[in-house]
């Protein structure tokens, strides 16, 4: 869900791609994305293109043909990391876990001591799966035998702490469409100052000019050279999100988002659907709740959209059919909403033929009343 | 300048990058902008990214390493074909001509029967100069060597004719924010028969995932399988864009811009400043009148700009100091505003110590009075 305020802001008149005041907007972005992404990365920007460019742009910038890229493989994105990998003529070594476990991070740190790679790329939020990754220990171990860190951000970007610094992420990329709440188009990417003085040292040229960070430095810093025309409007809408971000609070936001997470796991658990992910492991941006058995996820999802215009996805790969996916971020992620999905789904699932163990509405409200209660 | 209808369209309330709806938007689209091409190619579609990334769409998908790419050089988007030809590992040959002359067809046909490259890329509308390159013998004898026609249709899309098909271009991309009047961030591409069969048995994969036709024929047509999440915003506001053109009628929005640039030559002419590029040659969208011996061309624009909120642009490259560079299109090729243009130029010009031999709003007048009075 977008605010008003955001596609009011699209409506402003676009100016030329070198005009000073677009550069002032650049700027308000690049502060408030470092903020969200937890970094003081000089290098913070958005690249012109949605969440999958700036996965590229991280792998087409900090992948060199004939290197050796990690992967930790558990979702649907983890793939794509190696598809773009292979494109980019690394070798690519892959750890593999169920989708829906999150890897232990010794278990990372011994495989990277293995394989030595020159770049380490994870999701820390997996959309295909609700799976958070978490990372320092992995990071500190790529550190140590001199790889770089490449982190998929893009649902836990203004949802939940990404902490680039603190986990010592070196590249994070992200979309405008989930936390952000705006229209998608553009996509965050922060840049480690370790990162930087690699990639300004990189021998061979990238094979992508439209997404080559040095040129796109060179465009958005010091000098503004031309590269490309980017997309004005989209950066108007940005830094609209950013703001309401910024005037909600970091901290109350996400505050906002992990109960309206914890509420919906006590109300979908009371009904009696398990979630696929462990606790500790969750997203608190995108839930997986199983699909209880015999159920179609299809019918439940098809007629909860008819009855009360919320869509819910389903899961594919190896999940399709067996775990709703949830997302519950931005304006919506409040009590009246997770409420009223609540109730939604039950009705849906009886439909179907499922008898829910307890009140799910009950088990949210009960959730979101004891802080004010006790 | 973008049409308020086209602001508004981006208010609308996003929907999924898999929403029927939103496909739907895509039809009309695709349909509108195979018209505006002179096409009927079926493979016609938008980029999610600005110009530049329908540049990089055309060689990284069409030009293999170790492949032969030819490009006709005389102004700056060559070079930049070139240097992306390059990225993807082409050997490229260039047929060179001072920025600002066409090439005659005969000579490109010669040097291609020499050369027999995989491919051809040449700019149709060159943006740093004005000039328009004519193409229909240039196509012929690359097809008759077996190879692909790319063509830079930036600055032609929605101001003139750009012929696909009557040309026999294989591959043209172009922009939204220029001949269609909305703002930037999609790259209409279209693409022949031909070229679609050679890249279906294209035997290696392309670097770059992003703008991977192949992938992309998968999500936007048939199957709709997932590939990235498209910038739906921006798609609403180039429909709305494609359905103003369409409704002033493609043939009447292309007299609307001949017009307006046969009034602005005239005017400036008369003020004793001459074209840069011949008659014949030249852009309907784009001028470039030479700046006059002894002026500062900087301080001309800035006080245009400071007096009448009208921006122009200078040369850069060879041509930096010797042109202004003139955009006159969309909702601006209009009597009024090219009488006002040169009003402000003489005024400007004027401040600088330049007297104009005659008055340029009178000649522009005269050649908009003609044809009504005689």
């Given at each position: 869900?977008v605010d008003?305020?955001?596609?009011?802001?699209?409506?402003?008149?676009?100016?030329?791609?070198?005009?000073?005041?677009?550069?002032?907007?650049?700027?308000?972005?690049?502060?408030?994305?470092?903020?969200?992404?937890?970094?003081?990365?000089?290098?913070?920007l958005?690249?012109?293109?949605?969440?999958?460019?700036?996965?590229?742009?991280?792998?087409?910038?900090?992948?060199?043909?004939?290197?050796?890229?990690?992967?930790?493989?558990?979702?649907?994105?983890?793939?794509?990391?190696?598809?773009?990998?292979?494109r980019?003529?690394?070798?690519?070594?892959?750890?593999?876990?169920?989708?829906g476990?999150?890897?232990?991070?010794?278990?990372?740190?011994?495989?990277?001591?293995?394989?030595?790679?020159?770049?380490l790329?994870?999701?820390?939020?997996?959309?295909?799966?609700?799976v958070?990754q978490?990372?320092?220990?992995?990071?500190?171990?790529?550190?140590?035998?001199?790889?770089?860190?490449?982190?998929?951000?893009?649902?836990?970007?203004?949802t939940?702490?990404?902490n680039v610094?603190e986990n010592?992420?070196?590249?994070?990329?992200?979309?405008t469409?989930?936390?952000?709440?705006?229209p998608?188009?553009?996509?965050?990417?922060?840049?480690?100052p370790r990162?930087?003085?690699?990639?300004k040292?990189?021998?061979?040229?990238?094979?992508?000019?439209?997404?080559?960070l040095?040129?796109?430095?060179?465009?958005?810093?010091?000098?503004?050279?031309?590269?490309?025309?980017?997309p004005?409007?989209l950066f108007?809408?940005?830094?609209?999100?950013?703001?309401c971000?910024?005037?909600?609070?970091l901290?109350?936001?996400?505050?906002?988002?992990k109960?309206?997470?914890?509420a919906f796991?006590?109300?979908?658990?009371?009904?009696?659907?398990?979630?696929?992910?462990?606790?500790g492991?969750?997203l608190?941006?995108?839930?997986?709740?199983?699909?209880?058995?015999?159920?179609d996820?299809l019918?439940?999802r098809k007629?909860?959209l008819?009855?009360?215009?919320?869509e819910?996805?389903?899961?594919?790969?190896?999940?399709?059919?067996?775990v709703?996916?949830?997302?519950?971020?931005?304006?919506?992620?409040t009590?009246?909403?997770?409420?009223?999905?609540?109730?939604?789904?039950?009705?849906?699932?009886?439909?179907?033929?499922f008898?829910?163990?307890?009140?799910?509405?009950?088990?949210?409200?009960?959730?979101?009343?004891?802080?004010?209660?006790?």
């Open positions: 869900m008003p305020r955001v596609y009011q802001a699209m409506t402003k008149t676009v100016v030329s791609h070198l005009d000073p005041y677009f550069f002032q907007v650049v700027e308000d972005c690049r502060v408030l994305l470092r903020q969200a992404f937890g970094t003081t990365n000089e290098f913070t958005a690249m012109s293109g949605t969440g999958s460019a700036g996965m590229q742009t991280a792998i087409a910038n900090f992948v060199e043909r004939g290197s050796k890229l990690a992967v930790l493989a558990n979702g649907f994105f983890c793939d794509r990391m190696t598809e773009m990998g292979k980019q003529g690394a070798s690519v070594v892959r750890l593999e876990k169920p989708w476990e999150a890897f232990d991070e010794d278990d990372v740190a011994s495989f990277l001591r293995r394989e030595r790679p020159r770049v790329a994870f999701v820390q939020a997996e959309t295909s799966t609700g958070y978490n990372s320092k220990t992995i990071c500190a171990a790529a550190h140590e035998v001199g790889a770089l860190v490449i982190a998929d951000c893009v649902t836990s970007l203004g939940m702490p990404v610094d010592g992420i070196d590249v994070a990329y992200s979309c469409q989930k936390g952000l709440s705006c998608p188009g553009l996509s965050p990417v922060t840049v480690s990162a930087m003085a690699w990639l040292s990189r021998k061979t040229t990238p094979a992508d000019w439209y997404l080559d040095k040129l796109l430095a060179d465009y958005y810093e010091g000098a503004h050279r031309y590269h490309h025309t980017a004005i409007s108007y809408a940005m830094r609209e999100g950013l703001l971000i910024h005037e909600e609070g901290q109350n936001r996400w505050a906002r988002h109960a309206a997470h914890e796991v006590a109300g979908i658990e009371a009904m009696g659907l398990p979630m696929l992910v462990s606790p492991s969750r608190t941006s995108l839930n997986t709740p199983r699909v209880p058995e015999g159920v996820d019918k439940v007629s909860l008819a009855a009360t215009d919320m819910i996805l389903g899961g594919f790969g190896p999940l399709a059919g067996k709703f996916r949830v997302g519950i971020m931005g304006p919506l992620a009590e009246e909403h997770v409420l009223a999905l609540l109730a939604g789904l039950e009705k849906a699932l009886a439909g179907e033929g008898a829910p163990k307890a009140s799910g509405v009950d088990a949210a409200r009960e959730i979101y009343c004891a802080p004010r209660l006790r």
